[in-house]
């Protein structure tokens, strides 16, 4: 069955840094666009970034754009969130999902599968 498994989240300062994974089984890696998204308590989950499978196509969204970067491990079945300058307002639990055949894709009804979440807090 396909697996998404989150790591690497946290507690930190604002102003820190923190690095995601998500390790991918199960699926052809290939074929699938890789995506983080975020929900905060009380807050719908929102789209964060995604990344195509030769990275050529990168999306972000506009309260991260500058902070974090996305990238993947094609060898690995792995992508990454590379999270800079983080803010309390980043404090979330972060998602990592794959859509099948997408170069890009923000919303949840455009992606496959789904990670159980990793918590990001941020303190102030």
């Known amino acids: 069955q396909v697996q998404l498994v989150e790591s690497g989240g946290g507690l930190v300062q604002a102003g820190g840094s923190l690095r995601l994974s998500c390790a991918a089984s199960g699926l052809t890696f290939s074929t699938y666009l890789m995506g983080w998204f975020r929900q905060a308590p009380g807050k719908e989950r929102e789209f964060v970034a995604a990344?195509?499978?030769?990275?050529?196509?990168?999306s972000y969204a506009d309260s991260v754009k500058g902070r974090f970067t996305i990238s993947r491990d094609n060898a690995k079945n792995t992508a990454y969130l590379q999270m800079n300058s983080l803010k309390p307002e980043d404090t979330a639990v972060y998602y990592c999902a794959a859509a099948f055949g997408r170069v890009v894709a923000t919303t949840r009804d455009e992606y496959n599968y789904w990670g159980q979440g990793t918590q990001v807090t941020v303190s102030s």
């Open positions: 990344i195509a499978w030769t990275g050529g196509r990168i």
